[in-house]
């Protein structure tokens, strides 16, 4: 699982990371909006440099490592802060206006696991050697270890504030739950209009199949999803919201 990245106009400084492999390459922060939505902000410009020889996986991960500590957070906030401005433009102009989030990578950060794991999944075993590895993720959610990503949860309020119901759509299981929204809770989110899950057998359907599925059924009840953010392209893509937000992420990737 590994998506890479990045590189952004649009007022960003230049990355580090520009001269990286095809196969790492991946998707910046951008808005991605539905053909009736052009009043949207403009989609973030994504740079691809020309093919080269792939680094050594070493090389990449040091890079990712640096990206992390040096550009992610401001990239997060570039992206969070277009969807705030578009949630505070388009609340009071449609009835039963909703936020849809994705969890992992959107709303809390997994970070200390992929240290842990070497930027790798693991995705059963213990997690009780942070910080070292190995860490398996059923382990860590059970933890409810993950922190804030401040900028989404500054998100989470504003809408709130706006009166928008805000759904989490999140490609975790349902055994997981209770851990999942003790989780959420002390990270700060609170009072959402519902947490929608994968059934714990629901293991065959791509991600973006599973949760265009949940856009579809939340729209179905009336309410007009006027933002989508999530750090997937599968999180976003298949209709069902005025304006997508894309959130970087080149440490994993999920269909």
């Not at 020309?50 to 990239?75: F, I």
């Not at 500054?154 to 504030?161: C, G, I, Q, V």
């Not at 293991?203 to 265009?212: F, G, I």
Request: proline share 5%; net charge positive.
């Amino acid at each position: 699982m590994s998506e890479s990245w990045l590189s952004g106009s649009h007022g960003l400084r230049p990355r580090a990371l520009a001269n990286v492999s095809v196969l790492a390459v991946a998707l910046f922060a951008c808005g991605i909006c539905l053909a009736w939505a052009d009043d949207c902000p403009p989609r973030r410009t994504m740079h691809v440099p020309d093919p080269v020889q792939p680094l050594n996986l070493d090389e990449m991960k040091d890079q990712l490592r640096t990206y992390h500590q040096r550009d992610y957070d401001a990239d997060i906030l570039a992206t969070v802060s277009d969807a705030r401005d578009w949630i505070e433009r388009r609340a009071t102009k449609v009835t039963k206006p909703a936020l849809v989030l994705d969890i992992d990578e959107t709303s809390l950060s997994n970070w200390p696991a992929l240290v842990a794991n070497d930027l790798g999944l693991i995705r059963d075993g213990s997690c009780a050697r942070l910080p070292n590895g190995p860490c398996g993720f059923n382990a860590w959610v059970s933890r409810h270890g993950a922190s804030p990503i401040a900028p989404t949860r500054t998100l989470f309020n504003t809408a709130r504030a706006q009166g928008v119901s805000v759904f989490f759509i999140t490609g975790r299981h349902e055994i997981q739950r209770r851990a999942t929204v003790f989780n959420l809770h002390e990270a700060g989110y609170r009072a959402w209009a519902k947490l929608v899950m994968r059934a714990d057998g629901d293991t065959k359907r791509t991600a973006q199949a599973y949760k265009t599925e949940a856009r579809s059924k939340i729209t179905a009840q009336g309410f007009n999803i006027i933002a989508n953010v999530g750090d997937q392209l599968s999180d976003l893509e298949g209709g069902y919201a005025e304006c997508t937000f894309k959130l970087p992420n080149p440490f994993y990737f999920s269909k």
